[in-house]
């Protein structure tokens, strides 16, 4: 059973930085690429950023390019992705998501979140 | 970046109603497009993947069509689980972008 569990969320100043990670089981982890997904409080999903299962290849949305970084360490079957210069508009529930197939032609599946609240 | 737009944004329902969701794309995405039921307090669950091959596990109720650009999720018998609220995703082109929501409530 693929299982995803994201952690590393918290209360963060604006213009602060963080690192999520999110830990991965049930598959072989370096065979698919995985995202990060977020969700503002009460609002829609948004793709975030993507990486290959190689990690040689990264996506970006264009709201965090060039603030946020994704990474993936294959040996320890866990993705990350570090947020700088944080804004009030990052709060949201950050989801890993995990390639359904080879590429994310046919979905996702889904970790549990971990909540990111920018505030000061 | 590809515009998803559903509709509507929310409806009234009963169990047992048939219920329809609509979702449009700026563009043509061929069948790249994916439905999610998301419970409250719940991640996203995929129902349905490349616009009608209905998700291991998901009950045969869930029904999805289209191409190009205009697509439909139908739900033949809405149960208590269903009120909930649905997504489409296109994976035709990066960024992949998901639709805006559709908002099924009890009636």
């Known amino acids: 059973e693929v299982q995803l569990l994201e952690s590393g969320g918290g209360l963060v100043q604006p213009g602060g930085s963080l690192r999520l990670s999110c830990a991965a089981s049930?598959?072989?982890?370096?065979?698919?690429?995985i995202s990060w997904v977020r969700q503002a409080p009460g609002k829609g999903l948004e793709w975030v950023s993507g990486?290959?299962?190689?990690?040689?290849?990264?996506y970006y949305a264009d709201s965090v390019k060039g603030r946020f970084t994704i990474s993936r360490d294959n040996s320890m079957d866990t993705l990350y992705l570090q947020m700088n210069s944080l804004r009030a508009e990052d709060t949201a529930l950050y989801y890993c998501?995990?390639?359904?197939?080879?590429?994310?032609?046919?979905?996702?599946?889904w970790g549990q979140g971990t909540l990111v609240t920018v505030s000061s | 970046d590809i515009q998803m737009t559903q509709s509507p944004s929310s409806l009234s329902a009963s169990v047992g109603d048939r219920v329809t969701i609509t979702c449009r794309a700026s563009?043509?995405?061929?069948?790249?497009l994916n439905w999610y039921r998301q419970e409250p307090g719940k991640a996203p669950k995929l129902l349905i993947f490349a616009a009608s091959s209905l998700q291991s596990g998901v009950p045969s109720r869930f029904g999805g069509s289209g191409a190009g650009t205009d697509f439909t999720l139908t739900i033949s018998s809405l149960q208590p689980e269903d009120f909930a609220t649905y997504y489409c995703q296109q994976t035709y082109s990066t960024p992949p972008t998901f639709g805006q929501g559709t908002k099924v409530e009890i009636k």
């Open positions: 049930g598959f072989t982890f370096s065979n698919y690429g």
């Open positions: 990486i290959s299962g190689s990690g040689g290849t990264t």
């Open positions: 998501a995990k390639d359904r197939a080879s590429g994310w032609r046919d979905g996702f599946d």
């Open positions: 563009q043509t995405i061929k069948n790249y």
